[in-house]
């Protein structure tokens, strides 16, 4: 056992972990939970807008990790990933493998019209392009999005650290219905249900237009219940505020909020806070802004959750146990 750990810590040396600029305060925790420090770059952005990266010290034969969520500006953080990337295979890097704890364009997974992009496929091939080996990402809006890529993809999931919030809470059993506030999300809502050992309600609605949504029926007993609602991501909040409303209508007693991506655009903050949601409960895989910090709000991290991906993806054991049990994590 103690040769395996030497043997292990010996392949953690051959490591570097950096941060670009859209969630340092989250690549520093993940680094700690390895007993790293980030590796030390310049991210410069000229007046015009060009982005400019130097990587400050040797990477040559090293299995390098770089944690970039492409949250908003989307582009701007993408493009600064693109470079980073590209910085680093220029840099005789062994292996690039980026962290994207955030997919952004996740949501432009098909064609729903005729003369639309794909622009989360898109995304795979730039990333594939600019020279990643690897990609590991949480919670994509589509799991197809995997297949996207010609590289390795580990798909991490927060469902354990939210189940493990509410199982804390109390929140099991039949006084609790775990709610999918669409048709596309139940296979997570019976993930979480299962975790809860209660039963699930779907929401029915229709999009009239963009980030603008319609409850048209309920699916599932919600009266006299504790709901707890489940996406992979809150935009605008509309869609999930209205499902909140519809369900206290028929008699929920109260309603809970998680998901893996806080976006939390416009007005969101204001509807959650206005809402009769009892808690919103997110990961930081999107920095949360300060001016976005309410009281309704608790932010689980998921620095450990990556920490452990990352030691495992150098060590060759398996990623996928991680979901077996939230006591993996």
Known sequence: ???????????????????????????????????????????????????????????????????????????????????????????????????????????????????????????????????????????????????????????????????????????????????????GGVKRARKLAEWLDCKIAIIDKRRPKPNMSEVMNLIGEVEGKKAIFIDDMIDTAGTIVNGVDAIIKRGAKEAYICCSHAILSGPAVGRLQDSPVKEVIITDSIKLAEEKKIDKIKVLSVDGLFAEAIRRIVNHQSVSELFESYENI
């Open 1 to 183: 056992m103690e040769e395996i750990k030497k043997m292990q810590k010996m392949e953690m040396k051959e490591v570097k972990i950096f941060s670009g600029t859209s969630n340092v305060e989250l690549a520093e925790k993940i680094a700690r939970k390895l007993d790293m420090t980030l590796g030390d770059v310049q991210i410069v952005r000229f007046k015009d807008g060009e982005i400019y990266v130097r990587v400050d010290e040797t990477v040559r034969g090293r299995d390098v990790f770089v944690i970039q969520p492409t949250s908003g500006p989307v582009n701007e953080n993408l493009m600064e990933l693109l470079i980073f990337i590209d910085a680093l295979r220029r840099a005789s890097a062994k292996t690039i493998n980026v962290l994207l704890p955030y997919y952004g364009y996740a949501r432009q997974e098909r064609k729903s019209s005729p003369r639309e992009p794909i622009t989360a496929k898109l995304v795979a091939t730039l990333l594939t392009t600019a020279g990643a080996d690897r990609v590991v990402t949480m919670d994509l809006h589509a799991d197809q999005i995997q297949g996207f890529f010609d590289i390795p993809v580990d798909h991490l999931q927060a469902l354990p650290l939210l189940a493990k919030y509410f199982i804390n809470k109390g929140l099991t059993g039949d006084d609790v219905v775990v709610v999918s506030p669409d048709i």
